[in-house]
Antibody, heavy 125, light 107 residues
Framework: QVQLQESGPGLVKPSETLSLTCTVS????????WSWIRQPPGKGLEWIGY???????NYNPSLESRVTISVDTSKNQFSLRLSSVTAADTAVYYC???????????????????WGQGTLVTVSS | EIVMTQSPATLSVSPGERATLSCRAS??????LAWYQQKPGQAPRLLIY???TRATGIPGRFSGSGSGTDFTLTISSLQSEDFAVYYC?????????FGQGTKLEIK
């Protein structure tokens, strides 16, 4: 059973960089795409971006100028860096595995089948 | 960006009854639509992908339908553990987006 676990500081000061790591256990990080998704308190979900084990990455355009998602295959981990944070970046941050599947029409991907428990990051001085 | 709109925002249903949740996309997403269940303090759980395929371990009382812009999640006979917030998500284009959620509460 694949398990994901987020780790990192729960408090970040405004204008600084938020850094989180997701450790994948029960399976290899290779051959899958891995995402970060966030949820401000009491609000909905926002996809941040994804990375592949090769290092290929894609980001939400609304965050692209501030986001880097990277992977460390030797540790079975991937990481999120979000720079120049403000109070609007306060949220529960989830790591998740992007699901892929075949059906009669072809090959599809983009939903998320395994999630970490989430970690609350508060931006405050 | 494809905007996903869910209705209603809150749905009150009695245990044992049927619940029908709606999700509309601002443009066609074909069948690239997933549904998630989220309980307080927990991560979302994948229920449905491909608009109508149940994820592993999801009970048969959950069903999804629709394609293009209009989708429905139906829970045929509500159990106590089904009261939660439900989100739809499109993955038709690389900028994945979620609906704002429907809270399913006990009537």
């Amino acid at each position: 059973q694949v398990q994901l676990q987020e780790s990192g500081p729960g408090l970040v000061k405004p204008s600084e960089t938020l850094s989180l790591t997701c450790t994948v256990s029960g399976g290899s990080i290779s051959s899958y795409y891995w995402s970060w998704i966030r949820q401000p308190p009491g609000k909905g979900l926002e996809w941040i971006g994804y990375t592949y084990y090769s290092g290929d990455a894609n980001y939400n355009p609304s965050l692209e100028s501030r986001v880097t998602i990277s992977v460390d295959t030797s540790k079975n981990q991937f990481s999120l860096r979000l720079s120049s944070v403000t109070a609007a970046d306060t949220a529960v941050y989830y790591c998740a595995r992007r699901h892929s599947y075949y059906d009669s029409s072809g090959y599809y991907y983009g939903d998320f089948d395994y999630w970490g428990q989430g970690t609350l990051v508060t931006v405050s001085s | 960006e494809i905007v996903m709109t869910q209705s209603p925002a809150t749905l009150s249903v009695s245990p044992g009854e049927r619940a029908t949740l709606s999700c509309r996309a601002s443009q066609s997403v074909s069948s690239n639509l997933a549904w998630y269940q989220q309980k307080p303090g927990q991560a979302p759980r994948l229920l449905i992908y491909g608009a109508s395929t149940r994820a592993t371990g999801i009970p048969g009382r959950f069903s999804g339908s629709g394609s293009g812009t209009d989708f429905t999640l139906t829970i045929s006979s509500l159990q106590s553990e089904d009261f939660a917030v439900y989100y739809c998500q499109q993955y038709y284009i690389g900028l994945y987006t979620f609906g704002q959620g429907t809270k399913l509460e006990i009537k």
